[in-house]
């Protein structure tokens, strides 16, 4: 398994406004074009670390968990409408998260995914992502 350098582009809009971060980081790409993992260790600053795991299933869907001192498992898939779980040590949110694309050029080599969805708190519109990981 060869390590990889993946840079990841959060775009969020809320109603107060846009916020982008970018991050690189070192990581771990398995599996085929159709069916794929992401792995990488994400440090939010302050000594909050997560380890992060995407899987991709048919080009379709994609599960981002995160595991540490932030947890999450959301699931992006076009056209549905997942309940996530969002764990920070103040304390958990369930979430609503409702796909609006998805689009996966990932092949043995690397390349892009990119996921666009919309969060929601008890079923009020919070926020859209747009997601885009390069692996290279």
Not at 3 to 16: A, H, K, N, P, V
Not at 79 to 102: A, E, F, I
Request: hydrophobic share 25%; aromatic share 8%.
């Amino acid at each position: 398994m060869k390590e990889r350098t993946i840079r990841i582009t959060d775009l969020q809009s809320t109603f107060e406004g846009e916020d982008a971060v970018e991050i690189t980081t070192k990581g771990y790409l398995r599996g085929d074009p159709e069916n794929y993992m992401i792995s990488y260790n994400e440090d939010y600053g302050g000594g909050m670390k997560s380890k992060t795991v995407i899987r991709v299933q048919n080009r379709k869907c994609a599960s981002i968990v995160r595991r540490g001192d932030i947890t999450t498992e959301i699931t992006v898939e076009k056209g549905k409408r997942h309940n996530c779980q969002y764990s920070t040590p103040y304390g958990d949110l369930m979430m609503g998260v409702y796909g609006l694309g998805l689009k996966s050029e990932v092949g043995e080599n690397g390349g892009e995914l990119s996921l666009d969805y919309t969060i929601d708190f008890n079923g009020e519109l919070t926020a859209q992502k747009k997601m885009r990981i390069t692996i290279s």
